[in-house]
């Protein structure tokens, strides 16, 4: 820290290390030379909530100390990877892939809705979905089976919109994506393939409602990975530690 300014002052100018409160005013003793402060900060995923010193203000700032998460230093440097990450993701995308990218794995599909032919001046759908009109009487089939066709109307935009931002702005891509979806999201609704349900619902597949944002998170990342080559944190780690 340089000489005229204070650790709070550091603090307000920090791009990462963000308080949802005013930590000038959460002092634990006032008369203390040695002053803590609470500090409840705006990045829970990565940092707890602490009573800090002065100098444990300075470790968080430089990316150590008791308010990064992780119990050795080579944990704390994933969370405040993961945290510089987040700060400088412009399109506000770094939750959406954390909070997906365990459904990534799983939301794969060979269905190919596109086949040319003539010169791109005939197109068909290449392998039909395989669709039973009617609902299994065991819940488990009947999931599984509503899963898989809803993978396989969706998944195959991950590469379509992994591909429209090459040349694209991501909100554009947003804004036709969404529209097209719901219209999607309205039919497999209607015909008794999936449900709308609120968003902090048990996360299904089955709930139209957000399943969507898999597409968007796993084509982003691809984006970042892929085309940008940027070195990513690592997002298993991160969702298997951030609530310990």
């Not at 080579?74 to 990218?101: G, S, V």
């Not at 459904?103 to 197109?123: A, L």
Request: a negative charge; charged letters at 30%.
């Amino acid at each position: 820290m340089g000489i005229g300014k204070s650790v709070f002052e550091y603090l307000k100018e920090h791009p990462i290390c963000k308080p949802m409160n005013d930590p000038e005013k959460d002092v634990e003793n006032l008369n203390d030379r040695d002053v803590n402060v609470w500090i409840n900060p705006h990045n829970q995923t990565c940092f707890n909530a602490a009573w800090c010193s002065p100098k444990d203000l300075e470790d968080w700032m430089m990316g150590t100390g008791i308010m990064v998460k992780g119990k050795s230093p080579a944990q704390k440097a994933k969370f405040w990877e993961y945290a510089i990450f987040e700060a400088e993701d412009q399109d506000h995308m770094a939750w959406m892939i954390l909070h997906y990218y365990k459904w990534f794995e799983k939301f794969e599909t060979d269905f190919n809705p596109h086949k040319h032919r003539g010169y791109g001046m005939e197109t068909s759908i290449g392998r039909r979905i395989k669709m039973r009109a009617y609902p299994l009487k065991d819940q488990l089939e009947e999931k599984i089976r509503q899963e898989k066709i809803i993978i396989d109307m969706f998944a195959p935009y991950v590469n379509e919109i992994y591909n429209d931002l090459e040349y694209r702005k991501w909100q554009d891509i947003r804004f036709t994506s969404d529209k097209e979806f719901y219209g999607i999201k309205r039919t497999l609704y209607c015909m008794g393939i999936g449900f709308m349900g609120a968003n902090n619902t048990p996360e299904e597949i089955e709930n139209l409602s957000w399943m969507t944002d898999i597409v968007y998170a796993k084509a982003y990342y691809r984006h970042l990975k892929e085309r940008l080559k940027m070195k990513l944190p690592d997002f298993d780690f991160i969702n298997q530690n951030r609530y310990q």
